[in-house]
Every structure is written in structure tokens, then in C-alpha cells.
């Protein structure tokens, strides 16, 4: 996750923009299609193009589902965003959006073997987001959304998980959660702790914020309250939008109604997804053992080596510090799985095995500096691919 404020340029020349190494590394993009067969001469031809490929359109014609064998379709995943919530930037359109798209797709062969293209909409209506993800689904077998702003990217999400038959996620809200549930089942095992010991305190209500807390609801976490910049959401509060109405009759049980400070005290675990800061003396104010995920990107709610004071493990967002939240620990094995076995949905229950798979890999070497593994370790992605296609086979989601 990452928040921040929006950065602008001056116009300069491509030359001179290319002495920063960042602009050096994305000139021409970050991206190209390679073909997977040779054509070397007039029969390998005649077999790629006309007339042999009239023979598996023909055939895809008469049988569908045939395309997942015959095509790209079942391995190749469309990375959306209308760019209206890119990393910390904010709405900056879809144009600029693109570097973000291209590395989101990046990651996905990197890491997971799967092919992705980015594609950037320039609309932001709702029903024109559903309706153009719906036209152009038939060409994918996945569909990642990406830095739609909240509240928006939860209708176009339900709504296209309704109409297609294919994977659909939104990776700021569950990509995150996933990787923030498998640390905080190892934080707090490292404390001697099960989740439902956990009293829990998070701090944003957007996209990620709410996936982290339903993902640690359905994981059994013991209670958990959710604050907005408005202070804790909590049953009967005015103004609430029908997300946060959700949330709360779901959490808060204490009934904390004040700011994220106040419900922190005596709290076990305090979640930051929003870009505010809290103090330092409310992180002291936290039971012992304490655990602080403050995964506000660049600047955390809280510096980590504050918050080391007292707590018992840290996490950020960032990679210089240890234990970082890194979506990239989940989307590309989820997909992966769900492609694998042509799943027709990702379930909540294919989420919550691919955070345990992913605390898996920490397994007994699990310590303070250490509750989630880095995005290096080689056996991430195989375990996530493989949890997430058992579990969607034993849902009942999976065509193979």
C-alpha cells in the first residue's frame, strides 16, 4: 500500500529526463509481446495464420471453451484502473497511470509465470467501468483491478464479480489483506497469541482498510474496530455510507466511539491503511506484546523505530525496513492458482488459504524482524498457487 502526496514535473526534454535512472528504466515502457513459435517459412505460416487457424476458430466456434486450450485467453490477466487512486498519487488519469499498470503486469510474469496487459480506461463512471470490463473480459482469464478509488472500486468489483465467470480482484483490497493477515498470524504466534486473543484498532476505511478487516473477521480475529477521519465507525453513527454501515454492525464490539488514539489504548494490534499519523503515545498506550502495522507508504503513521519501543513486532510498507507488507507476496500466486485450475470466482476461502499458505513459508524460523516472508524467497508463489487451487477445487469454483 502505498500513500503520499501527488509529485509534478516541469516539461523537460526526454533527454534530460533520462539522467534520473527511473525515467532510463521505463523508457519505451517496461513491456513487449514475444511470440511463442517460430515462423520461419511458409508452412509454419500457413499453420499460425490463414489457413490453419480457421480450423481452431472454426472448432472454438462450435465449442467455447475450447479458447482456454487453443489461446492465451486462460493464462493472461487484464491489469484495469481508470486512475482515479494510483499509489499515493491520487486521481492523476489514466494516461499516467500506465508506468504503474505496465509494472503491475511486470510482476505478474516475474513472479508468477502469469501474462498480464495493462489497460487504462478513461472513464470513471461506474456503469462505463463495469460495462467495458464486461466487453473485454472474453479475451482474459482473469481480471486484476487496480487503483480505483474507494468507494467506487466496491460496487465495480461485486458488480463484475456478478456478471463474469472469471476471476475478479482487486488487488489494494485483497492483495493486501491476504499478506497482512498471514504477518499478523505469525506476530502473533511469535507472542503466544491465537488471532481470537487479538483486540484490533485500524486506521483507514478505504479499499484496503476494509478488506483487512473482513479478510481478519472471516480469519476469527477477536474484535476489531475500524476508524475513518471522522474517528471510530460504530453502530448508529450518522453519515455512515452503506461500506461503513457494514462495518459497522461487523465490528466494535467495545463500542469505541472516539478517535484511533483512544481506542488504541489497551488495544493489541493497531493497523494503519489511511496516510494520517498517530503518536507515540498512543502506541505506548498498547497492551504488552503489542504488534503495529503501519503500512502508510512513504511516511508510515507511526516511524517504525518508534514504534519498536514498544511493540513487540513492526511491519511497514516500505522495503527498508524489515517485514514489509508487499502485495506482490500474493496476487501473482493467486491468480496463478485460479488460472491453473480455471476457477470461475476467487472465494473468501481462496484468500484466507493463501495468507496461511504464505505464513507457511515463515514456519518456525518466524522472529520479531521476520513474520512474512520476502518477495525473493523462491517458494512464495508455488505455495500461494498451490493453496489457492486446492482450496478452489474443494469450494467447488474450479473447471479442471
Known amino acids: 500500500m502505498t500513500t503520499g502526496v501527488a509529485v509534478t514535473t516541469t516539461p523537460a526534454s526526454v533527454e534530460s529526463l533520462d539522467l534520473d535512472p527511473a525515467f532510463a528504466l521505463h523508457r519505451g515502457g517496461k513491456l513487449e509481446v514475444r511470440s511463442t513459435i517460430p515462423v520461419r517459412n511458409a508452412d509454419d505460416l500457413s499453420l499460425a495464420y490463414t489457413p490453419g487457424v480457421a480450423r481452431v476458430c472454426t472448432a472454438i466456434a462450435d465449442t467455447p471453451s475450447l479458447v482456454n486450450d487453443y489461446t492465451w485467453v486462460s493464462n493472461v490477466v487484464a491489469v484495469v484502473s481508470d486512475g482515479t487512486a494510483v499509489l499515493g498519487l491520487g486521481d492523476i488519469g489514466p494516461a499516467a497511470a500506465m508506468p504503474v499498470m505496465e509494472g503491475k503486469a511486470l ?25 467495458t470490463v464486461v466487453r473485454l473480459a472474453p479475451s482474459f482469464g482473469g481480471i486484476n483491478l487496480e487503483d480505483i478509488s474507494a468507494p467506487r472500486c466496491f ?63 472471516e480469519a476469527g480475529i ?23 454501515e457494514a462495518l459497522a454492525r461487523d465490528t466494535n464490539k467495545a463500542g469505541h466511539k472516539g478517535s484511533t488514539e483512544e481506542a488504541l489504548a489497551g488495544a493489541d494490534v493497531f493497523l494503519g491503511l489511511s496516510g494520517s499519523t498517530v503518536s507515540e503515545a498512543a502506541i505506548a498506550s498498547m497492551a504488552a506484546d503489542s ?40 496476487f501473482p500466486g493467486v491468480f496463478r492458482g485460479a488460472l491453473d485450475v480455471r476457477a470461475t470466482t476467487i472465494t473468501e476461502n481462496m484468500k484466507v488459504a493463501a495468507a496461511v499458505a504464505l505464513a507457511d513459508v515463515v514456519g518456525a524460523d518466524v522472529r520479531a524482524d521476520y513474520v512474512i516472508p520476502s518477495p525473493f524467497d523462491a517458494r512464495v508463489a508455488p505455495a500461494v498457487t498451490a493453496a489457492v487451487a486446492a482450496q478452489a477445487r474443494a469450494d467447488g469454483v474450479a473447471r479442471l
Not at 470513471?124 to 463495469?130: K, P, S, Y
Open 222 to 244: 477477536g474484535d476489531i474496530a475500524v476508524a475513518d477521519s471522522k474517528g471510530m465507525i460504530y453502530h448508529g453513527r450518522e453519515g455512515l455510507n452503506p461500506v461503513k
Open 291 to 330: 504488534i503495529v502495522f503501519a503500512l502508510s507508504n512513504p511516511t508510515p503513521e507511526v516511524h517504525p523505530e518508534v514504534a519498536a519501543k514498544y511493540a513487540k513486532v513492526v511491519a511497514t510498507g516500505r522495503s527498508d525496513f524489515p517485514n514489509q507488507i508487499n502485495n506482490v507476496l500474493a
Open 155 to 217: 460496487e465495480v468489483e461485486d458488480r463484475l464479480r456478478d456478471l463474469l465467470d472469471i476471476p475478479v480482484f482487486h488487488d489494494d483490497q485483497h492483495g493486501t489483506a491476504i499478506v497482512a493477515l498471514a504477518a499478523l498470524t505469525n506476530a502473533a504466534r511469535l507472542t503466544g497469541r491465537s488471532l481470537g486473543d487479538l483486540r484490533a484498532v485500524v486506521a483507514g476505511a478505504g479499499a484496503s482498510g476494509v478488506a483487512v478487516t473482513r479478510i481478519l473477521l
Open 107 to 131: 510482476l505478474f510474469k516475474e513472479f508468477g509465470g502469469v501474462d498480464a496487459v495493462p489497460i487504462c480506461l478513461d472513464c470513471t463512471d461506474v456503469d462505463a467501468l463495469v460495462e
